[in-house]
């Protein structure tokens, strides 16, 4: 069964450094999403990205993280000047249509020093 | 903003009972989603249900809605040790049209199915 990849599974960086999130989704899917999940706590909305343009985001999504779909396979999010509290697991989904079941990748583990 | 809250917080069963769980949620929707999580794994769709539905089954899922008090249920039905994780509700904005709809969670409802 087709799924979602996110590389990598674990990123350590230091505080203030550039960080570049990965995913695949799958294939014939429309729709992208990126979650974060901190440590004990819910699973967050950050981005939703459809027709090569975000078509929604919170207020976590400020000018420090960005999105992009580089070429026909890939969703990456970018966070410029990481900081401690951005510290979390990362999810990244992707949906065939709008308002239908979302598939969610494993995650990436991203610890800030 | 509209919210999932799911109870209760944590649920321990025997195997082969009934596990139910429920969701509340505060605005108007256009579907409400089932999710489950293992630890340290991606969430798994498990159910959607459309506002205009009342009740599905999927397997030995159930899941109702009512729209009138904001509210859903997921039973699980003859539990086994491996239905073990968590279990989050989502529900999407209501849009005007066009683009992708983020989810908002609730904080989950963490099942143990005792052997």
């Known amino acids: 069964e087709p799924e979602v990849t996110q590389t990598p599974s674990h990123q350590v960086t230091q505080m203030g450094q550039e960080v570049i999130l990965r995913c695949v989704p799958i294939s014939n899917h429309l729709y992208f999403y990126w979650y974060r999940q901190i440590l004990g706590q819910k699973v967050e909305f950050l981005v939703s990205f459809y027709n090569n343009e975000i078509s929604e985001k919170s207020e976590i999504f400020d000018d420090q993280f960005s999105v992009e779909r580089p070429d026909g396979s890939n969703f990456t999010l970018k966070i410029r000047s990481t900081k401690l509290e951005d510290s979390a697991m990362y999810f990244c989904?992707?949906?065939?249509?709008?308002?239908?079941?979302?598939?969610f990748g494993d995650g990436t583990r991203l610890s800030i020093l | 903003s509209q919210q999932g809250e799911e109870d209760p917080q944590a649920l321990s069963i025997q195997e082969g009972e009934n596990a139910t769980m429920n969701c509340s949620y505060k605005?108007?929707?256009?579907?409400l989603q089932w999710y489950r999580q293992n630890s340290g794994r991606g969430l798994v769709h498990l159910i959607l249900?459309?506002?205009?539905?009342r009740e599905k089954h999927s397997g030995r899922l159930r899941v109702t809605l009512d729209t009138s008090k904001k509210s859903s249920s997921l039973l699980i039905t003859a539990s086994r040790a491996a239905d073990t994780a968590s279990y989050f509700c989502a529900t999407d904005f209501m849009y005007s049209g066009g683009g992708a709809d983020g989810l908002t969670f609730g904080k989950g409802t963490h099942l143990i199915i005792q052997p």
């Open positions: 249900i459309r506002s205009n539905e």
């Open positions: 605005t108007s929707i256009n579907n």
């Open positions: 989904a992707s949906s065939t249509g709008q308002g239908g079941a979302q598939h």
